[in-house]
Nanobody, 120 residues
Framework: QLQACGGGLVQAGGSLRLSCAAS????????MGWFRQAPGKEREFVAR????????YYADSVKGRFTISKDSAKHTVVLQMNSLKPEDTAVYYC???????????????WGQGTQVTVSS
């Protein structure tokens, strides 16, 4: 099971750090992803990391502003969000897949999300 936390209210240009803790071991074959969903919109891919190698991939909308990382010892994935914009406002979720993909349908173990609100 995955639990995301760290959301909050921040002004545009500010930063937030989201964490996603797994209740059990994250296997080396796993791909951990961050997604977000704004009201009335579909869930969209934000970033992913391959657990075994640390390779990362970002959506164009967050590239250069967000950084995904992992702490293998703590079974935790972190999303550092800088230079936040109002359009980043959404509920953020972490999830797990075995595929190197941005398709949320390939991910499972969705946990409770964390709300990020960026004011202008």
């Amino acid at each position: 099971q995955l639990q995301a936390c760290g959301g909050g209210l921040v002004q545009a240009g500010g930063s937030l750090r989201l964490s996603c803790a797994a209740s059990g071991r994250i296997f080396s074959s796993s791909v951990m992803g961050w997604f977000r969903q704004a009201p009335g919109k579909e869930r969209e891919f934000v970033a992913r990391i391959r657990w075994s190698t640390g390779n990362t991939y970002y959506a164009d909308s967050v590239k250069g502003r967000f950084t995904i990382s992992k702490d293998s010892a703590k079974h935790t994935v972190v999303l550092q969000m800088n230079s936040l914009k109002p359009e980043d406002t959404a509920v953020y979720y972490c999830s797990k897949s075995t595929d190197w993909t941005a398709n949320p349908r390939s991910y499972n173990s969705w946990g409770q999300g964390t709300q990020v609100t960026v004011s202008s």
